[in-house]
């Protein structure tokens, strides 16, 4: 069964800093890139940044460029997002999601909040 689990959410002020982590099941992790949404409420979701199987590759959203930062560690299964200088607008619900298809991912987790406060 394909698993994502997150977690590392919270609650932070503005120009905190958190590290959301999510933990796959092996065969997705050893074989799927990966990537970290978010969703505020209202508006709809919008991919933060992901990264790649082999090369490990990373992409960005340009509000999170220079802030945020993915990574995947093969030895635990899990994919990181190092979040630095959170402000307000980064308040979302963030999911981790496998397996790119031509439009969007095969496999999503449940999401952990991530709430900044000024």
């Known amino acids: 069964q394909v698993q994502l689990v997150e977690s590392g959410g919270g609650s932070v002020q503005a120009g905190g800093s958190l590290q959301l982590s999510c933990v796959a099941s092996?065969?997705?992790?050893?074989?799927?890139?990966m990537a970290w949404y978010r969703q505020a409420p209202g508006k709809e979701r919008e991919l933060v940044s992901d990264i790649t199987l082999r090369t490990r590759t990373t992409t960005y959203a340009d509000s999170v460029k220079g802030r945020f930062t993915i990574s995947r560690d093969d030895a635990k299964n899990t994919l990181y997002l190092q979040m630095n200088s959170l402000k307000t607008d980064d308040t979302a619900l963030y999911s981790c999601?496998?397996?790119?298809?031509?439009?969007?991912?095969?496999?999503w987790g449940q999401g952990t909040q991530v709430t900044v406060s000024s």
């Open positions: 999601a496998a397996c790119r298809t031509p439009t969007s991912y095969n496999y």
């Open positions: 092996t065969f997705i992790f050893s074989s799927c890139a």
